[in-house]
């Protein structure tokens, strides 16, 4: 039977907790992606920032979320843009633009 080497019994030890650490990392964080990608001061990105505290403020408007959408997706956060759509379509199944958009 092989021995493993102390060194790649370390490099592995270290991979795993790299990957246990930023797994944990993950799951804490509930910030959505976009977020953090926000520049104050620019015009799209204060734009984003007005529009998440619309939708915030009235959480069940499907035209709000369509729109939050488009500025999201205008700033290539497609995933995020997609998750608004989807729940503008949930809000309202008649909303054709969130589909379209989508």
Known sequence: MKKL?????????????G???HLKHKEKST???????LVAGNTLDDRIAEQE??????PDSADLRNDFGN?????HFVEDAER???????????????AYNL
């Open 5 to 17: 080497s102390p060194a790649l019994v370390l490099i592995t030890a270290f991979a795993a907790a």
């Open 19 to 21: 990957c246990f650490l």
């Open 31 to 37: 910030e959505p992606f976009y977020r953090k990608y």
């Open 53 to 58: 505290r619309r939708v915030e403020a009235q």
């Open 71 to 75: 500025l999201l997706a205008e700033r």
């Open 84 to 98: 608004q759509y989807e729940k503008a379509m949930e809000l309202d199944s008649t909303n054709f633009l969130a």
